[in-house]
């Protein structure tokens, strides 16, 4: 069974991402960030690793993209991906009785930001915390540290004062399994929009072909008008659909951009060469991060 990284404590939609695909019997590797994940893959501890990329509701995940900057010349490859459904819970402990007496609400900035409607709507007047991860929110709520001073009063004693909210005061927002043998409970919070996380799967070597395949590129343009739009040329001269584009600025040079296009096809098909080797005239860099099957939802 292979070897799998991935980003996240046990129980963060990338860990049930990555057991949706590889199973309960692999083998799993915790990473505390998506540069561990693609060092681990590129040293070859791990047979696999899985990175979230996309969210239906709030775009791409820039650390990924980045991270394909930063290892533009790293044999690592992307080798397919996961498409899962994602349902939020809030998580509070047992004493919390009413959500009126909530102070803080902890969770990864990406799930604050797919739920602040919801928050906004029900819990506006709670301060919202980000956290390295959702599993790291809920043990926010048990962490039994607390302020405490003391000061004096006015018949000379000492007075005990304790700041910060105390445990049933907070609350996280995470998946319903980190509820497990905790004194914890879980609350749906609903969203009538579809909301999904696109994962991907890193890899060495060439990743086997699929019946529906998707190739995914990088590339840098050259500094002249009209660059993107000739870029973009050969692919509306094949008929080939760009699935998504997405850019990032470079950190070497102000206004300097990357660009990551996702597009139907494999990268031996004739159409989709003739098309890259049309994009490969116009830019100064090119990379195809890999070819690969499209995720079943």
């Given amino acids: 069974m292979p070897t799998v990284a991935y980003l996240g404590p046990e129980h963060t939609n990338t860990h049930v991402a990555a057991q949706k695909k590889f199973g309960r019997r692999a083998k799993y590797v915790h990473a505390p960030t998506v540069d561990d994940v693609f060092h681990m893959v590129e040293r070859q501890e791990v047979d696999r690793g899985v990175v979230p990329v996309e969210n239906s509701l709030e775009g791409a995940v820039t650390h990924t993209l980045d991270r394909f900057i930063d ?3 790293s044999p690592v490859q992307i080798q397919g991906e996961i498409e899962q459904q994602i349902r939020h819970y809030l998580i509070v402990h047992l004493r919390a009785k009413t959500l009126t007496r909530l102070k803080e609400v902890y969770s990864h900035p990406q799930a604050l930001a797919q739920c602040r409607y919801w928050l906004d709507r029900h819990l506006a007047y709670v301060q919202r915390r980000e956290t390295n991860s959702t599993a790291e929110a809920v043990n926010a709520i048990l962490d039994p540290q607390v302020i405490t001073t003391y000061s004096g009063n006015i018949y000379g ?3 005990k004062v304790t700041t910060g ?4 005061e ?3 927002i995470a998946r319903i399994e980190l509820v497990k043998k905790r004194k914890l409970r879980a609350i749906p919070i609903p969203d009538d929009r579809e909301n999904k996380t696109r994962f991907l799967i890193l890899g ?3 990743p086997k ?3 529906r395949n998707k190739t995914s590129i990088l590339f840098a343009l050259k500094d002249r008008p ?3 739009y000739d870029s973009l040329t050969p692919f509306k001269r094949a008929r080939i659909n760009l699935t998504k584009i997405e850019s990032r600025p470079s950190k070497r040079k102000a206004w300097e951009y990357y660009f990551f296009i996702d597009l139907e096809g494999h990268d031996t098909e004739p159409r989709v060469k003739r098309a890259l080797n049309g994009l490969a005239r116009q830019v100064v860099f090119l990379k195809v991060l890999g070819s690969y099957p499209v ?3």
Avoid at 165 to 168: A, I, L, N, Y
């Fill in 165 to 168: 909210p105390q445990p049933f």
């Fill in 226 to 228: 009209g660059a993107l």
């Fill in 209 to 211: 072909r699929g019946g």
């Fill in 204 to 206: 060495l070597g060439e």
């Fill in 71 to 73: 290892f533009q010349h």
């Fill in 295 to 297: 995720g079943k939802s």
């Fill in 157 to 159: 004693g000492p007075t």
């Fill in 170 to 172: 907070r609350a996280a």
